[in-house]
């Protein structure tokens, strides 16, 4: 079954420091998210992504973050100075258009330690 | 805006008992509704989902779900709980934007 990859599976970095998380969507998915889950609270919704633009983001995407497709396979997810807020377990997920459009696929997500 | 309670954040059951872990949702209209799965250290596994239709659906490892309109609730059910279902449970709904909104999670444990 086709699946959702992302790398890295674990990050540790240090305050203020740059991070990219990668993320590989299903082939024929064409929307394109990230939410976070920090730990013990509810998954989060960061940002979806189709046509190469943004379509939504949430109060939590601020100027840190940012997404890229920089190819026609990877979707990343760039936060620019690290906070130690930022320390949450962040989920990829992609889609395809139609029907299908409204079920997401998860990735198994990155774990990021901000310390 | 839409959102999604749980109201249990921890439910114990016996193996072989039969599970029903609540949701209530707050939409103004007939909503995309989904129950996903977390097992430790895993991602978030769709189990079963509800557009439209018959409102009694079924998912994967024999769970079901039940859409009442009246009472915004889509309650996540199974007859007969393996330990190999403990896990953390996540009722999610979608309206119009594109976004998917969460529960807080029910983490349930099972007993041998």
């Known amino acids: 079954e086709p699946e959702v990859t992302q790398t890295p599976s674990h990050q540790v970095t240090q305050m203020g420091q740059e991070v990219i998380l990668r993320c590989v969507p299903i082939?024929?998915?064409?929307?394109f998210y990230w939410y976070r889950q920090i730990l013990g609270q509810k998954v989060e919704f960061l940002v979806s992504?189709?046509?190469?633009?943004?379509?939504?983001k949430s109060e939590i995407f601020d100027d840190q973050f940012s997404v890229e497709r920089p190819d026609g396979s990877n979707f990343t997810l760039k936060i620019r100075s690290t906070k130690l807020e930022d320390s949450a377990m962040y989920f990829c997920a992609s889609t395809p258009s139609g029907l299908g459009a409204n079920v997401l696929t998860f990735g198994a997500g990155s774990r990021l330690t901000v310390l | 805006a839409q959102s999604v309670t749980q109201p249990d954040i921890h439910i114990t059951v016996s193996e072989g008992a039969s599970l029903e872990l609540r949701c209530n949702y707050s939409?103004?209209?007939?909503?995309?509704l989904f129950w996903y799965v977390q097992s430790p250290g895993q991602g978030l596994q769709l189990l079963l989902k509800?557009?439209?239709?018959?409102?009694l659906v079924q998912g994967i490892k024999g769970f079901e779900a039940e859409f009442k309109r009246s009472q915004s609730s889509f309650n996540l059910r199974k007859p007969s709980v393996h330990w190999s279902d403990a896990a953390e449970y996540f009722c999610?709904?979608?309206?119009?934007?594109?976004?998917?909104?969460f529960g807080t999670g029910t983490r349930l444990q099972v007993t041998l």
């Open positions: 082939s024929n998915h064409l929307y």
């Open positions: 999610a709904v979608r309206g119009t934007a594109s976004k998917l909104t």
């Open positions: 992504f189709y046509n190469n633009e943004i379509s939504e």
């Open positions: 509800y557009f439209s239709g018959d409102t």
């Open positions: 939409y103004g209209a007939t909503p995309y």
